[in-house]
């Protein structure tokens, strides 16, 4: 889970969205990529605090969340990811496991390998995401709906954001089983978000219910697929789409970005949301 944007949570709602969405994970035991400057609070940091009670890991998402690309240089970068780490490494969940925003992890080789070597350097992993997914624009509709409309009933997103979920998770296991043979052990994006606190437990719900399992974080991440470094420019990604453009036999499969508000907007058009 990315970002800990706990403030873009309407304020009445806030508080029981927090209860929901540390409640709905259960006993699963998940990663929290978070934004430093999202939690270099008081509000943040009580958040930091009751996910590491909860047996949760804490992972570095930057300071400030900005991607890779543009303008951005390295140093620039490297210097939000350590930024970030100082306000991160008080907690017991603290972990060196570090995820790139946006899932950017480099726009030409030289870029790529300069950070791959920074975070080996700094004893850092990559957090990579195997099912990619676009709750993050998901989140953004229904916030935009719910401001038109004090009356609109959020329960319309659920059905839409279980069936994106579901696609996406499909789409990424039978591109593992075509690209390594096999399904591994996947670690799926979402966000801190109103969405996810309305519904998370119903993703996870869904996934029981149609024979999928769960396993900790860290059993997920010890899948030799985690320390796969993939040939690909502009690279990032889902770590299963980077494995499949490696190859050079997926291109017809493959779009770019994996994931993006382009291909849910048609979607939500078409259902009114």
């Known amino acids: 889970m990315d970002d800990v944007s706990w403030k873009s ?74 930024r970030a780490e100082g306000v991160l490494d008080k907690y017991s969940g603290f972990r060196r496991w570090f995820r790139f925003p946006a899932l950017k992890e480099g726009q030409t080789r030289e870029v790529r390998d300069h950070m791959r070597s920074f975070l080996a350097l700094f004893d850092y992993r990559n957090g990579a995401v195997t099912i990619d997914a676009s709750d993050w624009y998901y989140n953004q509709r229904l916030l935009a709906r719910m401001k038109l409309d004090d009356a609109f ?29 096999r399904s591994v052990a996947h670690t799926l994006l979402v966000h801190y978000n109103l969405l996810n606190s309305l519904f998370l437990g119903d993703v996870l719900s869904m996934f029981r219910a149609k024979g999928w399992g769960y396993i900790g974080a860290d059993e997920a991440f010890d899948d030799p697929v985690f320390k796969r470094l993939p040939d690909t420019v502009p690279a990032g990604e889902s770590l299963i789409w980077a494995l499949a453009k490696e190859t050079g036999k997926f291109d017809g499969k493959l779009r770019y970005p994996g994931e993006d508000s382009v291909y849910e907007k048609p979607v939500l058009d078409k259902l009114g949301l």
């Not at 309407?10 to 409640?23: K, N």
């Not at 035991?29 to 939690?39: H, K, S, T, W």
């Not at 997103?157 to 696609?167: A, C």
């Open 9 to 82: 949570i309407p304020e009445d709602r806030r508080s029981s969205a927090e209860e929901r969405l540390l409640a709905s994970l259960g006993k699963t035991r998940a990663f929290l990529f978070a934004v430093g400057e999202n939690v270099d609070n008081r509000h943040g940091a009580d958040i930091l605090t009751r996910w590491s009670s909860a047996g949760h890991h804490i992972g570095n998402h930057t300071y400030s969340h900005i991607p890779l690309a543009g303008k951005t240089t390295p140093e620039e970068f490297e210097t939000g990811i350590m």
């Open 153 to 181: 009933d959020s329960a319309h997103f659920r059905e839409p954001y279980l069936n994106h979920i579901w696609d996406r998770a499909q789409y990424y296991d039978q591109l593992s089983r075509e690209v390594l043979g």
